[in-house]
């Protein structure tokens, strides 16, 4: 016989109801915790005796049971103790002071309050040891996140997410195009597919301690997603009702352009730059030069205050100056919608929540939108059974574009166009003209407005993420739980490039229907049992099932015959590709802790799996955990003490395998494919006759799985009665036997072979400090500050091999290097002399130094985010700053800029500049002035690269937050239970030295290469107002 | 664990027969290498085609070790020669001889052009990855010749035996034909011993006879020549069109302005074979040829390569028959101490007229042109014909290069021209010779360094400049 007790808890200092409050059956582990307004409803045994309500900062508050079932408690304030309750691995909660290991989480509203469609980027700036870098403007835009810095030299490296304790795929897929990413960007990370209205807390699981019993799976972190509950209200006849609107307006940031300088050049011979209008002779081309071409490339021509009279008569006026970035992007706007029902009876609650995210993006035509349905309902089926489902569906519409080192890249016709072409006006009046090429021209660029109108990458994913929880109390202590998980989804990828596009001016499309499912399944066992007054106990031994199976079939079709119909009959030429893949991963593991007088914890765990990967006979792998935690002040008396209030020691010893990609123990063939890169190629079958030639992959059949060691201690410090908290941790990090598909020389027979080699440390410290400097009755003031710093240290790569390809060109790339680092951008620099200093020669211009080499490394130095919380009775200003510092971007887009006459910096045009260095001839300090003209520009300022290695450093005001709560008493005679209203700026303010402000975007996604900048669209900034109602 | 046992990946085989790696090896071999990269590239230094896009590029011999890595690297070593050698070990454990004796004709080619541009480069070492074998050492250019001639020795041998399965429609290039492959071989053999005729060490005399015995056991017939047929279909076209004309990236590189006016000035009739006519714009009509550096009008106005060549479907030949009479030519005249005898002048004007007959022109339409290069009884000059009017007769072909460097014919400046009416090189030529050989690729710079040749430097200004082995004037 049970009952169920529900109430809402109140802080005792402000009277406002607190979320996140442990509520614990005394001497049990059943629980829940309260929502953002502080109510709670639990199922209570009859043999129960009371409740303890245990928050942070506050002193817990045990409360016996009578027979009333309403239970409203107020909690005081705790100068000394600390029992704050976190989620931990397998989603167990545990006072966050029994933990050897560092978690940290978020909260709803501060993943509500970002306005991030994608979920990864609402982690920003709030998680020490966390990095996110967005990759680009474009709506549908894929996010990376990496937890203590890069593990695995080629692998993945980006955490598992789990939601409600199931694994959830976060991959980022292109569909079957035959083209590198180099050449066309990439898609969204599928974390996108989440409603962060939905999400109650995000724990972030940070060393493999916190994340050993996820196996090989949680080597890189965790991000544990736990999604809002329904709760009871004996008060209430209706259900809750709550929702919520946002409208937004986003701004693309179009900042490292000229905008004085006109198309032309000065002609060879010539004195002076001679104007041109950019049209083709045919639809009233003008050059000043009257021998000359029209139409051209450069933005080298005069001044647009200077230009001669000759062409203002030619004209009939000035040229008119545009502005072609600002004129391209328009502002965005994202409209949400969220409404949630949530209630509950006698034994069960649920909450059903519908969100609408309409995102018009800041590139005309590009669009993400998203609907999601999110349900959990949570049932008692009897006395000891319990039963919670949660089924999501979601439907993810994109509407992208190429990006990348292409013709058909929008960001071509845009970031080269000059001030004097008015590409949307001609579009309209002529179609695909450039100021370079004519409508009929097969190569060059495409006019930006007739790309967006006639070519796209769309996508439309259907998901479905659904988990059931059964819990079985077998005795009091023992408990038996099962969690079954499946999460799959369909996303139809497809190229649309319409005929007449420069570049593939016959057309081409693929459709590509992918499938990934993954099964998941848990079977835990856990006991808890006091040993005595002192000394308790608890343990889990638990099993693990994991399949992860991903198809796609593609129809691709080459020279359409029908423009704008991009279906596979109209295509001249078809492709087929299927491409398929399945991995199993099967464990068990164990854990146990060991509690003594409530300050000293001990925990262990052991876990093996075997996996489908690795090669029979080795494809088994064990590997342990141990962490102690030391609430040392418990043994000081410090009840009074105005300062000091709470001290914690921890460490702990933490081993995490890791097994390989599918398929790379067998040698295999694959289709014939000749190619030249990205200029033509051989499809197979040709003329009838299929073709196959073996791998370029040189297989192994012996490989043994990964390993990760990290060593963690760390200490909790609370002062002031608990008014400051200092958390500090220093963790190091060694990945062993890397699974690396190593380059090797293609004499050998093979390009890559797969090795396990490779030894890689990452060493760091991360501090969190919290503190509230005021708080009174109405008003009240916090502060949270995030620091961290990671050092990466590649030991050993494979015998001979000093360093790793992780993305770019053949030159210039990003790669792994021993002697400098993860990230290092390589390619040829300055010549310098053996103190590093600039070399001069006697005209006064640096020279290519005679190799590729280091010339930057896109590793940050430290990251940081500090979070101001300001609240005046129901109104809140929130600011949060958040910055990176150290770490380079490689701006590829000022090697075509400068060629073209648009940079920024080109600006300089016709003044004089002295390079700061040295003569080789004879070692004096360089004090020869250089012209920079065209040809300097041209010529010679990209003989290297190092002129395009920019400081990747900034300080964002990444989020600001006006909130404001109407007052109870004006709306206590209405249904409304609570009106707020919001403004949140997203980025308003930003510092950096980079030439187009945002220095986060990166033309590989979430890929490993970071920092390479190159022809994506650049971030955004702007407001978004919102609504939220509940009655 | 029979749910572990699922690592085998449905998409690809993990063994596949003879005929479906033959096609393989010919379609790389045939778009990759000798319709590829190099020959693109060799063809702006013997000005058959210059690039008329802003620099410094590969016209004014920038080449750096990355440019020189694909060639090498994915086109070469992996896409053809590693399955070659895969291919030989099958078809060799199953009497397929005639599958390997191809497969070694096309490693042997493939490998000469290694040596050719590069010069030492590994071969008995290479290909033994599965071995362990990451960074393998390199022959000598000497060695990789002995072993070139050595293998197409066996191939001609293998076919000789008549064992084993006889390729059909997998054979894109003679069709199961083993007649025409074993002429292919000797004419290999003859081409390989010329190319060493003034190697350190060798005879010319003595490579000139061995080169005739070659030709003499039987070569290439003007039916029998090498050629692999493209088709007019998106992803089946021809290199050179795929290249140079549909637009995919660029469509600048072009008849060189030297060229076009060398055929000009000696109105040679196979103009209208290499060379188009422009047909808009001012000079419509006109053959007009560019320069590696921008065109002062719209591009449309230059002529590009002629569709016999960059038509979608224009069948690659892999060398032309005329070759053969220039051979023999040039072999006669060097086995007579360099002397002009009646052998070499038959020869040279067979040449001649193969190369017109190529084309199919008349010889109404070509005897004024063979009256007017009739072959001087001095020998500087005559060798010099007979290397220029095999020059032309190789246009876009590899060869012209490999016998530029070896012989100094035809005299070749650099490309320094300017558009008539220029006065000023936008970019000028960062070497003030014609490269004589590529740069070692960035691959092997990073992943093999220990055993690149310690006389050649990495930077590509310098390494350029240094012959090759049988470069030796």
């Not at chain 1, 501060?110 to 980027?121: H, L």
Request: glycine share 8%; charged share 20%.
């Amino acid at each position: 016989q049970e009952r169920r007790i529900s109430g809402r808890v109140t802080a005792s200092d402000t009277g406002e109801p607190l979320g996140g409050v442990s509520v614990v059956i005394t001497g049990s582990t059943l629980g829940t915790t309260t929502d953002g307004e502080g109510n709670y409803s639990i199922a209570v045994p009859s043999d129960s005796k009371s409740l303890t309500f245990r928050f942070v900062g506050y002193l817990s508050n045990t409360v016996e049971l009578t027979s009333t079932n309403q239970i409203n408690v107020v909690l005081e304030v705790d100068a000394t103790n600390l029992s704050e309750v976190v989620v931990t691995a397998l989603g167990i909660q545990r006072e966050k002071r029994s933990l050897g290991y560092s978690v940290q989480d978020v909260q709803s509203q501060d993943i509500v309050n970002s306005r991030e469609p994608n979920i990864v980027n609402a982690l920003a700036g709030k998680v020490a040891g966390v990095q996110i870098n967005n990759s680009g403007g474009q709506a549908g835009s894929s996010s990376r996140i990496v937890i203590r810095g890069n593990s695995s030299l080629t692998g993945e490296n980006q955490p598992l997410f789990v939601i409600d304790g199931i694994p959830m795929d976060n991959s980022v897929n292109r569909g079957e195009t035959s083209e590198s990413i180099l050449f066309n960007g990439a898609g969204a990370n599928r974390a996108i597919d989440i409603d962060p209205n939905t999400i109650e807390n995000i724990s972030v699981l940070k060393g493999a301690a916190a994340s050993a019993l996820y196996g090989s799976r949680g080597a890189f972190g965790v991000v544990l997603i736990t999604t809002k509950r329904g709760v009871r209200d004996a008060n209430r006849k209706f259900p809750r009702v709550s929702f919520s609107s946002n409208f937004a307006v986003d701004n693309a940031i179009t900042d490292g352009y000229q905008t004085s300088y006109h198309l032309g050049l000065t002609p060879a011979g010539g004195t002076r730059p001679l104007f041109r209008n950019g049209l083709p002779a045919e639809l009233g081309g003008y050059n000043e030069d009257p021998d000359g071409n029209p139409q051209g490339t450069t933005s080298w021509g005069p001044h647009k205050d200077s230009v001669s009279q000759a062409v203002i008569d030619a004209l009939g006026g000035m040229p008119t100056v545009i502005d072609p970035r600002k004129q391209f992007y328009q502002p965005a706007h994202v409209w949400t919608n969220s409404l949630s029902i949530s209630g509950g009876g006698e034994r069960s609650n649920y909450i059903i929540t519908y969100t609408n995210l309409d995102q018009k993006g800041v590139v005309p035509n590009n669009y993400f939108r998203k609907n999601s349905l999110t349900a959990n309902m949570t049932s008692q089926l009897a006395e000891n059974f319990t039963s919670s489902t949660s089924v999501s569906y979601t439907n993810s519409m994109n509407n992208r574009f190429a990006e990348g080192n292409n013709s058909r890249s929008f960001t071509y016709g845009l970031n080269f166009a000059p001030i004097t072409f008015d590409s949307k006006q001609v579009y309209q009046e002529h179609g695909n003209v450039t100021w370079q090429a004519g409508a009929d021209a097969a190569a060059g660029f495409n006019n930006p407005y007739w790309l967006v109108d006639n070519n796209a990458v769309p996508s439309v994913v259907d998901r479905i993420i659904a988990s059931n929880e059964l819990n079985y109390d077998i005795f009091p202590w023992l408990k038996l739980t099962n969690r079954v998980g499946l999460d799959t989804y369909t996303d139809e990828v497809s190229e649309q490039v319409n005929i007449g596009t420069k570049g593939t001016t016959n057309g081409r499309m693929f459709a590509t229907l992918l499938k990934s499912t993954q099964l998941n399944n848990d079977l835990i066992l856990s006991a808890t049992s006091d040993i005595n007054e002192d000394l308790s106990f608890s343990a889990l031994v638990g099993t693990n099932y994991n399949d992860r199976k991903f198809t796609s079939r593609t129809v691709r079709g080459l020279n359409l015959n029908i423009p704008g119909f991009f279906d596979i009959s109209n295509a001249a030429t078809q492709q087929a590709i299927q491409s398929d893949s399945r991995r199993r991963i099967v464990g068990i593991y164990a854990s146990g802790t060991l509690e003594y007088k409530n300050y000293l914890f001990l925990n262990v765990t052991a876990r093996n799996d075997w996996s489908s990967t690795l090669p029979t006979g080795s494809n088994s792998f064990f590997y342990p955990s141990a962490s102690l935690s030391w609430v040392f002040s418990e043994l000081l008396d410090i009840r009074d003490n105005p300062y000091f209030s709470y001290g914690k020691l921890r460490a702990s010893y933490a081993q995490a395998g890791n097994d390989a990609n599918p398929y790379l123990t067998m040698q295999t063939y694959s289709q014939a494919n000749p190619s030249d890169g990205t200029r033509g190629e051989i499809i197979f079958p040709f003329r009838g006759i299929n073709a196959f030639q073996i791998s370029s992959l040189m297989a192994s059949n012996t490989l043994s799985p990964e390993m990760v060691t990290e060593i963690e201690v760390g200490t909790d410090l609370r002062f002031f009665r608990n008014r400051m908290g200092l958390e500090f941790s220093y963790y190091d990090k060694t990945s062993n036997r890397q699974i690396l598909q190593q380059e090797i020389a293609a004499s050998s027979g093979f390009g890559t072979r797969v090795v396990n080699a490779g030894e890689i440390s990452n060493r760091g410290i991360e501090v969190i400090l919290s503190g509230t400097p005021i708080r009174t009755e109405s008003f009240s003031w916090d502060v949270l500050v995030n620091f961290s710093r990671n050092r990466y240290q590649l030991k050993s790569i494979a015998e001979g091999v000093d360093n790793i390809f992780l993305g770019g060109f053949t030159d210039p790339q990003i790669r792994a290097d021993r002697e400098h680092g993860y990230g290092v951008i390589w390619s040829l620099g300055w010549k310098r002399n053996e103190n590093g200093v600039l070399l001069v020669d006697d005209d006064g211009y640096p020279m290519p130094a005679d190799e590729l080499g280091p010339i930057g490394n896109v590793t940050p130095d430290w990251l940081g985010g500090i979070r101001n919380t300001f609240r005046y009775k129901g109104l809140s200003l929130s600011a949060l700053i958040d910055t990176r510092q150290g770490g380079d971007v490689f701006n590829f887009d000022l090697y075509y800029t400068t060629f073209y006459g648009t940079a920024k910096v080109t600006e300089q045009r016709g003044t004089y500049t002295v390079w700061d260095g040295i003569r080789e001839s004879d070692g004096q300090p360089n004090t020869t002035p250089v012209l920079q003209d065209q040809a300097y520009f041209q010529n010679f300022y990209t003989q290297s690269m190092e002129e395009l290695v920019e400081d990747g450093s900034f300080i964002k005001l990444r989020e600001v937050t006006i909130n404001y709560q109407l007052p109870d008493r004006l709306i206590e005679r209405t249904p409304f239970e609570g009106i707020s209203v919001s403004a949140t700026g997203r980025n308003l303010w930003i510092k950096s030295n980079f030439s187009y402000l945002d220095p986060e975007g990166s033309l590989f996604g979430s890929g490993n290469a970071q920092g390479f900048y190159h022809a994506v669209t650049p971030g955004t900034r702007g407001v978004t107002f919102g609504l939220n109602v509940t009655f | 664990n029979d749910k572990l046992d699922i690592n085998v990946d449905p998409n690809a085989p993990s063994d596949v027969p003879e005929d479906l790696l033959l096609p393989a090896v010919l379609s790389n071999f045939s778009f990759e290498v000798i319709g590829g990269w190099a020959v693109r590239n060799s063809s702006l230094w013997t000005k058959h085609l210059a690039r008329a896009v802003p620099g410094p590029h590969e016209g004014h011999y920038r080449l750096t070790a990355n440019d020189a890595n694909n060639f090498w690297r994915f086109y070469s070593y992996i896409d053809v020669m590693q399955n070659c050698k895969v291919l030989i070990e099958k078809a060799t454990e199953n009497e397929n001889y005639n599958y390997s004796a191809i497969s070694k004709i096309i490693f042997a080619w493939n490998m000469s052009m290694i040596t050719d541009l590069y010069g030492d480069a590994p071969l008995s070492n290479a290909f033994q990855g599965t071995d362990g074998v990451i960074k393998p050492s390199y022959d000598t250019q000497e060695e990789i010749y002995r072993q070139i001639q050595q293998l197409l020795d066996e191939s001609i041998e293998e076919i000789s035996r008549e064992i084993g399965e006889i390729p059909g429609s997998d054979d894109f290039v003679y069709g199961g034909n083993m007649d025409n492959w074993q002429r292919l071989a000797r004419t290999l053999k003859a081409r390989f011993y010329l190319r060493l005729s003034n190697a350190p060490g060798y005879d010319a005399a003595t490579q000139a006879e061995l080169a005739l015995q070659a030709l003499n056991d039987g070569a290439i017939t003007a039916a029998s020549v090498p050629s692999y047929g493209y088709v007019d279909e998106a992803g089946a076209e021809n290199p050179w069109y795929q290249f140079a004309i549909d637009g995919k990236w660029d469509n600048r590189d072009r008849p060189s302005l030297f060229y076009v006016n060398m055929l000009l000035d000696t109105e040679d009739p196979r103009i209208a074979y290499q060379i188009s006519q422009v047909t808009s714009g001012d000079n419509e009509g006109e053959y007009v040829g560019v320069t590696n550096n921008p065109t002062p009008s719209p591009i449309a106005n230059y002529s590009q390569i002629h569709s016999f060549y960059s038509a979608a479907d224009a069948p690659l030949y892999w060398m032309v028959y005329a070759e053969v009479p220039f051979m023999r030519a040039e072999a006669e005249f060097l086995r007579a101490g360099e002397m002009v005898n009646q052998s070499v002048i038959d020869a040279y004007e067979e040449g001649i007229v193969a190369s017109m007959e190529f084309y199919g022109i008349n010889s109404t339409d070509y005897s004024g042109y063979l009256a007017d290069n009739a072959l001087s009884s001095a020998a500087g000059t005559a060798y010099e014909q007979i290397m220029t009017q095999k020059y032309i007769a190789n246009y876009l072909q590899l060869e012209a290069y490999n016998d530029f460097r070896r012989t100094g014919y035809p005299e070749l400046p650099v490309n320094a021209e300017l558009y008539p009416g220029a006065t000023n090189l936008d970019t000028a030529p960062e070497l003030d010779i014609i490269p004589l050989r590529l740069p070692y690729p960035s691959s092997e710079r990073q992943y093999n360094p220990e055993n690149i040749p310690a006389n050649i430097p990495a930077g590509y200004q310098q390494a350029m400049v240094i012959p090759v082995w049988w470069d030796n004037d």
